[in-house]
């Protein structure tokens, strides 16, 4: 079909993550006439917030997934280094919205598009001060990294045992600091792994030297200027170099204040990605977006959702007509040794779970339809299951070999059409 775009239109994406990235990847297929505007705040081109454990483990540079020519090849104004304070949409059609940076200048819209992702976060007193290390952003990463490998820092607490904060932990102890972590649960990563398989992951970590102190409460981070320390609910202070708050991840919406974008934790969008504003659109770890499995709406902060989301509203912006269907939970431990991947929910009204070619399989049924898994060790089915998952389909006697060592790797997989 023909773009509805009109040639002086002017397109701005705050944010050049994932999200904004595949947003103007998937826009140019079908227009490039349009003027894109992509503003980041970092002083980078776009990047991987998941492959930064790699930059700073290996040195590589796989994190700067898109090469210096891509703003040209993609005809894209970008503007590293720029800041966004307030967002003033229009008020009537036909009328250009406005951004406001910081210094005071102005940048007029036809279409915006919200993606400037997220922060790690913990709700405590104290997360906001300065030394509380924010390791979703490259430039504060770096800066933190720099200090470890100049001996100005040697040893770290990590509040929070999620998915985050054990890669974290994992980055760190290989650079040589020493490393505690605390959890105020009786297992580490509780929103994705049950208790086994949580486990695996506690003495992996052990062994790598980390450690994790669970069923241990923080109260508050400590200090006058600056983050020295934190107070756990016992009344110990524990002192650190670094200190790092991974309970969560909030979404960086402070510049959306007072713009009239509606929000709760995340950013409220429709079916289509669109917020309450007109001709505002949005996209990766700011959006509450709804699961695919259970309707629910909230932040899902992985790159693949951010990758789809922006997919979705790069389509929309040339015209076509395409609704989100959701976004996927998931997540994967690559370096702790042990691979780990979970994906889905972690109950179901039938369980199967056991050992697998010497790694351990958890799998979750609900009315004969797989709802979620977790591997560990052996990730090979990985494929075949998430395609279970999101066909939602009974599975009929294919359930009788979903613990099979083999399952996803022969004929029996392809002849069910997976």
């Known amino acids: 079909m ?19 990235v595949s947003v ?9 006439d349009s003027e894109v505007v ?38 894209v104004d970008y503007r590293p280094g720029t800041i966004v304070t307030a967002v003033e949409p229009a008020k009537e059609s036909g009328e250009r919205g406005r951004l406001v ?7 007029e819209y036809d279409r915006l598009v919200i993606a400037s992702g997220s922060r790690l976060y913990a709700p405590l007193p104290g997360a906001d001060l300065p030394g509380v290390a924010n390791f979703k952003s490259l430039s504060a990463a770096e800066a933190l990294i720099k200090r470890v490998k100049s001996g100005a820092a040697n040893r770290a607490v990590i509040v929070g045992a999620g998915f985050i904060g054990m890669e974290i932990a994992l980055l760190l102890t290989e650079l040589g600091v020493n490393v505690q972590q605390f959890e105020m649960l009786g297992q580490v990563m509780p929103a994705m792994l049950d208790e086994h398989s949580a486990r695996f992951a506690l003495q992996a970590m052990l062994q790598r030297g ?4 669970l069923e241990t409460k923080v109260q508050a981070f400590i200090g006058e200027m600056q983050a020295e320390g934190i107070l756990l609910e016992s009344g110990e202070i524990v002192r650190a170099d670094i200190l790092i708050a991974a309970t969560g991840v909030r979404p960086n919406l402070d510049y959306l204040a007072g713009s009239g974008v509606a929000q709760r934790w995340g950013v409220m969008v429709n079916d289509h990605l669109q917020t309450s504003a007109p001709g505002v659109y949005a996209a990766g770890d700011v959006i509450e977006a709804p699961d695919k ?9 992985i790159f693949p959702n951010a990758v789809e989301q922006g997919r979705v509203v790069g389509l929309n912006l040339a015209g076509f007509d395409v609704r989100y269907e959701g976004a996927e939970r998931m997540n994967s431990l690559k370096h702790l ?12 009204d039938e369980v199967l779970h056991g050992r697998v070619d010497g790694g351990w399989r958890t799998l979750y049924l609900r009315q004969e339809r797989l709802v979620g898994y977790q591997l560990v060790g052996d990730i090979r089915a990985a494929g075949a299951l998430r395609s279970l998952l999101n066909r939602q389909q009974p599975l009929g006697t294919l359930k009788d070999h979903l613990m099979e060592y083999n399952f996803g790797q022969g004929s029996l997989v392809w002849a069910s059409g997976i």
């Open 293 to 301: 499995l259970t309707g629910e709406a909230y932040v899902h902060a």
């Open 38 to 75: 992509m503003l980041s705040s970092e002083p980078y081109l776009p990047y991987s917030p998941p492959a930064m454990v790699d930059h700073f483990l290996t040195g590589s540079g796989s994190h700067l997934w898109r090469s210096p020519e891509w703003p040209a090849q993609m005809q």
């Open 2 to 20: 023909a773009s509805s775009l009109r040639p002086s239109e002017r397109i701005v994406i705050v944010g050049a993550g994932p999200a904004g």
């Open 101 to 107: 940076l910081e210094g005071g200048q102005e940048l």
């Open 210 to 213: 980390v450690v994790v102190q």
């Open 337 to 348: 040794g042990l691979p780990i991947l979970a994906a889905g929910l972690k109950d179901g």
């Open 24 to 32: 103007v990847e998937t826009l140019r297929l079908y227009n490039r």
